[in-house]
């Protein structure tokens, strides 16, 4: 059950353990920066080499085949694919810069250390009514790779129960699982590991383009949390993603924030003509016509520009006429279609954070030094990942996880569960709650204190509860009519409250497997520090529904708001993500998920992006 884990970023071979003996603090620190300086990929940061600047009444723009906007998790995948084919000039617009270029991208456990940098979006969402009022911090990368840079690495493919609503809501069986799991493993190529031999290698794809495995350190408390939970009785499996359960490359243009989608209107019809885009607010704007496709490639999830604003695939439409009049006419844009379903359905996977003492000195503190010791060991252990690959440097954080039901009698039996609770699950395989562990504490609001910002003062063990599939939904709107505002992000956490009382399951479940034997053994719960969760167990159902009510935090997972679903039904593309009633512009990212996925969304957004490719090639080939 330890989670197989994506190298969205670079995996280099494994090599023996070292020791190191160090002469000066100033040589360590020298030596610290060679062995891990950044990449320095190729990239165009001078727009002036793919696009004209914007004088007033010009018309004629440089041209491309397909302009792809963001170069996120699915951009970069899109803009790969369709590049093998060589006569199609594609051009890739990122607002960020390299990711691989920053070393934090590149060591597993360090991917929080960017969150409150310029290269992630520091956003909030609006003040959360059901959720004691509080806003959310909701960080999203701002770099090539996307938020794929910046996460926990936890390849989870999701329920094949999940797909095949998607199939059925879109009415297209090519986005069921019998058809999407081929890109699943398209991308994927399996690297087994000695530690699972129970893994059917013969169902893992073989050659794609991203390393999948059991790469990362596990700590001593995630291998006794999976003996937990089995003696909870949750059942072991030894690999959830499965059916159980440059010729052509053309130009990647970073610092190049897409402002605008440009439209025209021949006879009855709306086109796509090209985008304009820009370095900073107040920098020129740059043209660039697309021949064929404009696909807006970033996420439901907030995305970029300059000084901490954002914009939304949504967003982006919206600024460019397309969306719900109403909202257009208050923000004074003119409007090209009445799109209502843009923006709405916003739905994330919500959760709660419970902090155990790890009654060893063993967790990986030292990532956020808070002592000289801790300064000392960051830099040792660092300097031996880059090396060995190894270490506490190596844990992707999120290091193993169980899926259950909420409705399992056998884990919630009815005479202390006796409130039958909407299902939300995608099938009866499917789950709706994930508890899943980290080797030590690491998000908590106190004070002004956001993730990733606190150190505790104690070594810790944290275990978490996911609402898998909430049924509270929001919306995102826009709060000006400028692409370098960000919009009004509103995910209603906890509005329904079936989603509060799953939370509550969720909680019990795991102050139930935190004094189980042999985890047990690893926490110490006797220590009282209120931070610690060590006496949550004795809270009463009232106390944890505020317990929830008050920790809940974002999993990173925003999607739906530009749903592929029918027009009649809020949706805004089609089952071959076209915009509705827009020619020439898709959608490929999070934004498009029918109904959000019962597991992380990465291992989604990059199937998805491999199906667009295949559909954009045939579309191509066939004149369209
Ligand atoms: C901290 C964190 C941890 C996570 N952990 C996991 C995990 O362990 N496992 C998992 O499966 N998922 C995880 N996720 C979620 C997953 O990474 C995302 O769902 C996925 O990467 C989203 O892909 P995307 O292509 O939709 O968007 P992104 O990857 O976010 O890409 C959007 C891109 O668009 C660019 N962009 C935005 N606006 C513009 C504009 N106007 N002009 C030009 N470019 C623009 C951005 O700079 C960015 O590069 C995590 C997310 C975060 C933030």
């Excluded at 030894?238 to 359960?245: E, I, L, M, R, Y």
């Excluded at 520009?305 to 109403?326: Q, V, W």
């Excluded at 509860?465 to 509270?472: A, H, T």
């Amino acid at each position: 059950m330890s989670q197989a884990s994506i190298t969205f970023n670079n995996l280099s071979t494994r090599l023996g353990n070292n020791r190191f003996t160090w002469i000066t603090a100033f040589a360590f620190a020298l030596l610290l920066r060679q062995a891990t300086k950044g990449r320095k990929p190729k990239l165009i940061a001078d727009a002036r080499r793919v696009a004209r600047e914007v004088k007033e009444g010009e018309l004629d723009f440089d041209e491309y085949d397909v302009v792809i906007i963001g170069g996120g998790t699915a951009g970069c995948v899109l803009a790969a694919r369709l590049s093998e084919d060589p006569s199609l000039r594609v051009l890739l617009l990122e607002a960020g810069g390299s990711g691989v270029a920053l070393r934090e991208t590149r060591i597993p456990v360090a991917y929080s250390l960017l969150f409150h940098t310029k290269h992630v979006y520091q956003f909030f969402t609006e003040p959360q009514d059901f959720a004691n009022g509080k806003k959310r911090f909701w960080p999203r990368a701002k770099m090539l790779g996307g938020c794929s840079s910046i996460n926990a690495q936890m390849a989870q493919w999701g329920s094949p129960g999940d797909f095949d609503r998607w199939g059925d809501i879109i009415g297209d069986d090519s986005w069921k699982w019998s058809n999407l799991k081929r890109y699943f493993n398209k991308f994927e190529k399996y690297v087994p590991h000695p530690d699972f031999p129970d893994v059917d290698v013969s169902v893992k794809g073989q050659e794609g383009p991203m390393k999948v495995g059991y790469f990362s350190e596990v700590s001593e408390g995630s291998k006794l949390f999976i003996k937990a939970c089995q003696n909870v009785g949750i059942p072991f499996s030894p690999d959830f993603n499965t059916s159980k359960g440059t010729l052509g490359v053309n130009k990647v243009v970073v610092n190049a924030t897409v402002t605008k989608i440009l439209t025209e209107r021949v006879g009855g019809e709306i086109r796509t003509v090209g985008v304009e885009f820009a370095k900073s607010k107040e920098g020129p704007r740059y043209r660039v016509r697309a021949r064929k496709e404009v696909v807006l490639s970033y996420n439901a999830e907030p995305v970029l520009s300059t000084h901490l604003r954002s914009a939304f695939s949504p967003t982006i439409l919206m600024l460019s006429g397309i969306g719900p009049s109403g909202e257009l006419r208050k923000h004074h844009i003119p409007s090209v279609l009445d799109l209502p379903g843009v923006g709405d359905n916003l739905i994330d996977h919500p959760v709660v954070d419970l902090y155990f003492k790890n009654r060893y000195d063993d967790s990986p503190k030292h990532v956020k030094p808070s002592s000289l010791g801790d300064v000392v060991k960051f830099v040792t252990s660092t300097l031996k990942y880059f090396i060995t690959r190894s270490g506490s440097m190596a844990t992707n954080f999120g290091e193993s996880a169980a899926f259950v039901r909420s409705d399992d009698r056998a884990l919630f039996p009815e005479s202390a569960y006796p409130e039958k609770l909407h299902d939300t699950t995608s099938s009866a395989i499917g789950p709706d709650l994930e508890i899943f562990t980290t080797p030590m504490a690491y998000k908590v609001q106190i004070y002004l204190l956001e993730h990733g910002d606190f150190t505790f003062p104690m070594h810790t063990f944290a275990i978490h509860v996911v609402l898998l599939r909430p049924r509270s939904k929001g919306t995102l709107r826009l709060k000006s009519a400028s692409p370098w505002d960000a919009p009004a992000m509103n995910p209603t956490y906890l509005e329904r409250p079936e989603d509060v009382h799953k939370l509550v399951r969720g909680v019990r479940l795991i102050t139930k497997i935190a004094r189980q034997e042999p985890l047990v053994q690893r926490l110490d719960h006797s220590d009282k520090d209120p931070l610690l969760d060590s006496d949550t167990y004795l809270k009463s159902d009232k106390e944890l529904e505020e317990l929830v009510r008050e920790r809940l935090e974002t999993l990173y997972h925003p999607t739906s708001t530009c749903r592929m679903a029918p027009l009649e039904d809020g949706g805004v593309v089609d089952s071959r993500l076209r915009v509705y009633g827009v020619k020439g512009l898709r959608v490929c990212d999070a934004s498009i998920f029918p109904e959000i996925v019962s597991g992380h969304t990465a291992a989604a957004v990059l199937a998805t992006a491999e199906h667009l490719a295949d559909i954009i090639k045939a579309d191509l080939k066939e004149g369209h």
